[in-house]
């Protein structure tokens, strides 16, 4: 069996941590929480109803 040496493997650590972070970054932004995805619902639930305007409406009413 290989030794390896305290130096490398705190290596190895430094770099597999880097990694998990970059994923835990992404995984943050591709999931909504309880809160988010509730107000979502209520935003779509109100422009069906017209109580409020698209973003794409807005833009033509502002000449965007």
Do not use: P, R, W
Request: proline residues 0%.
């Amino acid at each position: 069996m290989e030794q390896v040496s305290l130096e490398t493997i705190n290596e190895k650590l430094i770099a597999l941590k880097e990694v998990v972070m970059k994923m835990q970054e992404h995984l943050e932004d591709c999931f909504l929480t309880a809160e988010e995805s509730k107000n979502i619902e209520i935003a779509e639930k109100e422009l069906e109803e017209g109580k409020t305007t698209s973003l794409e409406d807005m833009k033509k009413e502002l000449g965007l």
